[in-house]
T-cell receptor, first 116, second 115 residues
Framework: AQTVTQSQPEMSVQEAETVTLSCTYDTSENNYYLFWYKQPPSRQMILVIR??????QNATENRFSVNFQKAAKSFSLKISDSQLGDTAMYFCAFGRGGTSYGKLTFGQGTILTVHP | DTEVTQTPKHLVMGMTNKKSLKCEQHMGHRAMYWYKQKAKKPPELMFVYSYEKLSINESVPSRFSPECPNSSLLNLHLHALQPEDSALYLCASSQDRGQEAETQYFGPGTRLLVL
């Protein structure tokens, strides 16, 4: 079984600054994928970034980037130039490879507040 | 069109009522999911359909009954619910092409209150 741990229940950052959300996971699988999802208050969950475990290069999407440390089983999310619209709950999630559908194992989430 | 829609947005029901939640996607996805989410908690998987067949049931009580009439539609039939079933019910869909863990696209959810 997989576990995903997000050790920061809440974080806050000033607008335009950089913040890093941490995520660690435990698995015995070799073929897996990692995700960061964002759920703004009363709005739907959307994908922020997806990382294939077999790729060494860290995924990036505009102001969002990850630091994927496979040996350490760490998958942190860095948000640069934070904006008010980044205020949301962020979930780190693990998905097994070998099947294209199936259970995502979610962490408990980090509530991020961006202050003006 | 990368949208998953859900109706209704809000639902209040008594413990003896029967109601249904509806989910629709037009992205050509062949996997569809139901999740239950409590406030400030991660989503909990309930059911997964792949190619309109139920593939995963996470030991959900029988008062929740899923249905996948076609590749674009997913329903969740509710009967004799308990107050603890009050939650946000999320639908999601994804490609189903093979060996990768595909990105799941979520709908806005139905906020259910059971009285």
């Amino acid at each position: 079984a997989q576990t995903v741990t997000q050790s920061q229940p809440e974080m806050s950052v000033q607008e335009a600054e950089t913040v890093t959300l941490s995520c660690t996971y435990d698995t015995s699988e070799n073929n897996y994928y990692l995700f960061w999802y964002k759920q703004p208050p009363s709005r739907q969950m959307i994908l922020v970034i997806r990382q294939e475990a077999y790729k060494q290069q860290n995924a990036t999407e505009n102001r969002f980037s990850v630091n994927f440390q496979k040996a350490a089983k760490s998958f942190s999310l860095k948000i640069s130039d934070s904006q008010l619209g980044d205020t949301a709950m962020y979930f780190c999630a693990f998905g097994r490879g070998g099947t294209s559908y199936g259970k995502l194992t979610f962490g408990q989430g980090t509530i991020l507040t961006v202050h003006p | 069109d990368t949208e998953v829609t859900q109706t209704p947005k809000h639902l209040v029901m008594g413990m003896t009522n029967k109601k249904s939640l509806k989910c629709e996607q037009h992205m050509g996805h062949r996997a569809m999911y139901w999740y239950k989410q409590k406030a400030k908690k991660p989503p909990e998987l309930m059911f997964v359909y792949s190619y309109e067949k139920l593939s995963i049931n996470e030991s959900v009580p029988s008062r929740f009954s899923p249905e996948c009439p076609n590749s674009s539609l997913l329903n969740l039939h509710l009967h004799a619910l308990q107050p603890e079933d009050s939650a946000l019910y999320l639908c999601a869909s994804s490609q189903d092409r093979g060996q990768e863990a595909e990105t799941q696209y979520f709908g806005p959810g139905t906020r259910l209150l059971v009285l």
